[in-house]
């Protein structure tokens, strides 16, 4: 049985690139920008490096296409951050970075921009509600929740060398 192969790759001030390899052996991509939009690449079967079809969404033209290919049947309780005007990012902080070896509440992040650490991933660990005393590392992933504007104004911040 094939296993469709996925790879992440950063894109600094723009967002993050998913490239997957399907079964089929085609190559698509999509970048997930930091204001909410997605860019769908399909690329040629013949040479994966050309891009056959590029396909820009808005945000809520791409909540529409994820319901689709994933259709949400889950309890109305849970938080829906699109509905509520909130993104949650995925933020990777710098073996460089300023805040590598300092705790979480030196970046007065809730204070600074409103936007919440909810969580950090390190390896293959997560740390749910890191406190502020809690020692941030280089590689952290560090899942941020806010307005589009304070998640923007945190990735400012977490990228500070």
């Known amino acids: 049985m094939f296993a469709s192969r996925m790879s992440t790759t950063p894109l600094p001030g723009i967002g993050v ?4 390899t399907t079964r089929e052996h085609r190559q698509l991509s999509v970048i997930a920008h ?20 590029s396909l820009r969404l808005t945000g809520p033209e791409a909540a529409s296409l994820i319901n689709a290919l994933a ?23 710098s073996a460089v970075s300023y805040w590598n070896g300092r705790v979480l509440g030196e970046t007065r992040m809730r204070t600074e921009t409103g936007a919440s650490i909810v ?43």
């Open 17 to 20: 690139r998913y490239d997957l």
């Open 71 to 93: 259709p949400s049947h889950h309890s109305p309780n849970l938080l829906s951050t699109t509905d509520l005007g909130l993104v949650a990012e995925r933020i990777e902080l």
């Open 34 to 53: 930091r204001d909410g939009a997605r860019t769908v690449n399909v690329y040629q079967a013949d040479d994966p490096d050309a891009c056959a079809q």
């Open 119 to 161: 969580a950090v991933l390190r390896l293959a660990q997560a740390i749910p509600s890191p406190t502020p005393d809690f020692r941030l590392a280089g590689g952290d992933t560090l899942i941020v929740i806010g307005t589009r504007e304070g998640v923007e104004a945190a990735a400012t911040i977490l990228g500070r060398e």
